[in-house]
């Protein structure tokens, strides 16, 4: 019995949530991206047992036509290569048309990142914004959280409140693939996260008084999730830019997570200890941050050596 394209995909799906625990968000982009492969085959008569690596290649090329970016053409073709070789390792079929296709790569550049001084104007916006404490309290223990840990942002709205408790010095964080860490906390994260703690659970006696669930996370909202999503987080931290005089188009989640790595290895940290706080299954994903510094290091000099100045 001849299974259809949109089955297979949704078989593979749920093969990588199952076995690889990966994260919602790529299932959900491997989803659309395989199913813009599948309409393309549709269109033309194929399938997932006819397409060849000629059919692949052509359906590249008609994504470049339509102007997608280098980076979402790469991702498209990673989908495929891991559809069909999840087909060829079940049996589906006897070869893989896709191993063999170059991708069209990504193009290197180099995160956006922040000055301690901007990173310090937004953490104090973070202690006067909000027109209640419990508000200002969960701020600053965001920001000095996502500072201090370099976390992700999906990492740290989702934290559950059982990492917090006892002061830790160190907080276990679970990543990408359902993979653990342990990050440190600096001083004033410890301080920040005790304030919040001890407000949260405040409200949180409140509604067991009333006879209401009581979350699990550390950031609880009424959100589907059960606490903060990214895109709340996202408009906060533009509000905070705004409100700390940081150019908005600067600050987004990630970048306060570069300007943890990059403000590591300028003062002095080794790649590998960045790694692994910041939970890189691969070195190579790290030594982006060299580059940064290196960058800086030139506009330094050619902003106040002697020689580099104009005559």
Not at 88 to 117: C, H, M, Y
Not at 176 to 205: C, F, I, N, Y
Request: some cysteine; charged content about 30%.
């Amino acid at each position: 019995m001849t299974v259809s394209m949109p089955r297979r995909i949704q078989t593979f799906l749920e093969a990588q949530a199952a076995e690889l625990d990966a994260a919602e968000n790529t299932r959900l982009a491997y989803a659309r991206d395989l199913k813009s492969f599948a309409d393309w085959l549709d269109r033309r008569a194929l399938d997932f047992d006819t397409a060849q690596r000629d059919h692949i290649e052509g359906y590249l090329i008609d994504c470049d036509a339509e102007g997608l970016a280098q980076a979402t053409r790469a991702r498209r073709l990673s989908a495929i290569r891991q559809l069909y070789r999840f087909a060829f390792e079940e049996g589906w079929r006897a070869d893989n048309p896709a191993i063999q296709i170059k991708g069209p790569g990504r193009a290197k550049r180099l995160p956006k990142t922040l000055s301690v001084d901007e990173v310090d104007r937004l953490i104090g916006a973070a202690q006067t914004m909000g027109s209640a404490r419990d508000e200002r309290l969960r701020n600053t223990c965001l920001m000095e959280l996502l500072y201090a840990t370099g976390m992700r942002v999906s990492e740290l709205v989702s934290l559950p409140v059982a990492a917090a408790r006892g002061d830790p010095r160190m907080l276990l964080v679970r990543g990408k693939g359902g993979k653990e860490r342990m990050v440190p906390l600096s001083p004033g994260a410890r301080d920040a996260l005790a304030a919040w703690l001890m407000q949260r659970d405040a409200k949180e006696a409140e509604r067991e008084a009333r006879r209401l669930a009581v979350s699990k996370f550390l950031f609880p909202s009424h959100a589907k999730q059960g606490h903060m999503t990214r895109h709340r987080f996202y408009t906060l931290i533009k509000d905070l830019a705004i409100e700390g005089g940081v150019s908005p188009d600067k600050v987004t989640p990630h970048t306060l997570r570069h300007a943890f790595a990059t403000h590591l290895l300028a003062g002095g940290a080794d790649l590998r200890s960045i790694q692994t706080l910041l939970g890189h299954a691969d070195v190579s994903s790290t030594e982006i941050y060299t580059h940064v510094l290196d960058a800086r290091l030139r506009a330094l000099v050619l902003e106040h050596h002697p020689l580099a100045k104009d005559n």
